[in-house]
């Protein structure tokens, strides 16, 4: 039997056990809360404890194939975001709900949210030699979801929603435009040859590596930090 040995300097197989531990500790965390948690809430940290316990499996998996493998788990990446990135956009819906958000706003937050994935994962993968074209799409539908928070729908019926909900949503906005943009950042750090002509890292190899470490802090601070602002959005009295 081989002994599976991480060097030191080896941040991305640090960063993938410090990501399994920390979206696990925080399921546990909102899954327990969800009893503290004043009725009208239930729902929206429910959903926060599902987004972090969803993660915590997938980097179990990610961490264990990047151990064996050397490689950066692509696949199991995708998965995830398919489903969590999807019940982030529900939280929208969940918490603007009382000003009245209707079904199909949350129908179309979860369109474009696949959209958005589904081309970044084309361009990721399965046709790499068009990964600008397939990264343009996905772009588009991310500029949409942040359009529809910002200043759409979204933006609106939080203003509706009381002076809590209002502040929280605004976070949440820099979530998405900050904390996501740090994602195509990442696709376009691991494209071969870059984007735009702009070539960010010459090895493809420790391009992917550079990926792996950029997506693992940004998702911990995507998913937990987004968790922990539903929640005290929960303690709030109104
Ligand atoms: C917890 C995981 C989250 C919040 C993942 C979010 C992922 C994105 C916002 C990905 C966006 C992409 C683009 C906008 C263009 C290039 C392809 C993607 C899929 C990396």
């Keep these: 039997m081989e002994h599976l ?15 399994t531990m920390a979206m696990m500790a925080a399921s546990v965390f ?4 969800v009893n503290n948690t004043d009725k009208k809430w239930r729902t929206s940290v429910l959903v926060s404890g599902l987004i972090t316990f969803i993660a915590a499996i997938h980097y179990y998996y990610m961490r264990g194939y990047n151990l064996e493998t050397g490689e950066s788990p692509t696949f199991f990446r995708y998965v995830d975001w398919m489903l969590t990135v ?12 009382k000003a009245g958000a ?7 937050l979860i369109a474009a949210s696949v959209v958005m994935l589904v081309t970044g994962y084309f361009g990721e993968t399965i046709d790499r030699g068009s990964s600008v074209m397939w990264g343009a799409i ?7 979801i942040a359009y529809l928070i910002w200043f759409g ?8 929603a009381g002076a ?9 906005a820099w979530f998405v435009l900050v904390g ?12 071969p040859g870059g984007l735009f002509g702009i070539k960010l890292v010459a090895d493809p190899a420790v391009a992917s590596h550079y990926m792996d470490i950029v997506y693992n802090i940004a998702d911990a601070i995507n998913k937990i930090g987004f968790g922990l602002v539903i929640y005290s959005l929960s303690r709030k009295e109104d």
Excluded: H
């Design 30 to 33: 909102f899954f327990f809360e």
């Design 5 to 19: 040995k991480i060097a030191s300097d080896n941040y991305v197989a640090f960063t993938f056990f410090i990501g």
């Design 86 to 97: 999807p019940l982030m956009c529900v939280e929208f819906y969940l918490i603007t709900r």
């Design 180 to 191: 996501w943009a740090i994602y195509p950042l990442g696709y376009i750090l691991g494209t």
């Design 164 to 172: 809590s909900v209002a502040k929280a949503t605004r976070i949440l």
């Design 153 to 160: 729908e979204v933006a609106k019926l939080s203003q509706n």
């Design 138 to 144: 996905s772009g588009a539908a991310y500029f949409y």
């Design 102 to 108: 209707k079904i199909s706003l949350m129908w179309k």
